[in-house]
């Protein structure tokens, strides 16, 4: 999940705050940093949360795949044809949404 002090971040890189239980109106501003409109951390901390949700599958086929040590030797004892089903299995339990 995306929290308020990624949001900024996500604004402003370089941006110097304090933000206190995830709570928007009580980000403090430091070193003459220029405030963000709390509805502007909002609707990015929404857009990164999006973002988060629809990369979900990429997750998933991550934990899903062989290691890549497992997936040379694959390669190396059944052939790349072989490796490839092993691969579009994964793909096509986690697919693209």
Do not use: C
Request: hydrophobic letters at 40%.
């Amino acid at each position: 999940m995306t929290d308020i002090a990624n949001s900024i971040l996500a604004i402003n890189a370089n941006a110097k705050f304090t933000v206190n239980a995830e709570d928007v109106s009580a980000v403090v501003w430091l070193e003459s940093t220029t405030p963000i409109a709390e509805a502007d951390i909002l609707a990015k901390q929404k857009e990164l949360v999006t973002a988060y949700d629809n990369n979900a599958y990429q997750r998933s086929r991550a934990e899903a795949y062989p290691s890549i040590v497992d997936q040379l030797d694959d390669i190396y004892h059944n052939g790349v044809d072989e490796w490839k089903k092993t691969i579009k299995a994964v793909k096509d339990k986690y697919p693209k949404e």
